[in-house]
């Protein structure tokens, strides 16, 4: 069974950096096209980043673009989400998720707390 687990979570300062991580166990993750999805409070889950499989692709939400960077080490099955010039708003749980074959995100890790102070 596929596991996700996310860490690198934490307070910072508006404007400041953290990169969270994502460790993958369970399958081949080679296999698998990873995402970063946040959930503010009292708000819905928002699609944040992706990339596919051989990491050659990415996506972002436009509200990330420029400040985030998605990446993978498939040698160390981990995903990674650099977040630069962070924002008050980016203060969510940030969970990763993983889609076989670029299919549905079918599975999820339990989620790393962001809070950025003003």
């Known amino acids: 069974q596929v596991q996700l687990v996310e860490s690198g979570g934490g307070l910072m300062q508006a404007g400041g950096s953290l990169r969270l991580s994502c460790g993958f166990s369970?399958?081949?993750?080679?296999?698998?096209?990873m995402a970063w999805f946040r959930q503010a409070p009292g708000k819905g889950r928002d699609f944040v980043a992706r990339?596919?499989?051989?990491?050659?692709?990415?996506n972002y939400a436009d509200s990330v673009k420029g400040r985030f960077t998605i990446s993978r080490d498939n040698a160390k099955n981990t995903v990674y989400l650099q977040m630069n010039s962070l924002k008050f708003e980016g203060t969510a749980v940030y969970y990763c998720?993983?889609?076989?074959?670029?299919?549905?995100?079918?599975?999820w890790g339990q989620g790393t707390q962001v809070t950025v102070s003003s």
């Open positions: 998720a993983a889609s076989l074959f670029e299919g549905p995100y079918k599975y």
């Open positions: 369970g399958g081949a993750f080679s296999n698998y096209g």
């Open positions: 990339i596919t499989s051989n990491g050659a692709r990415t």
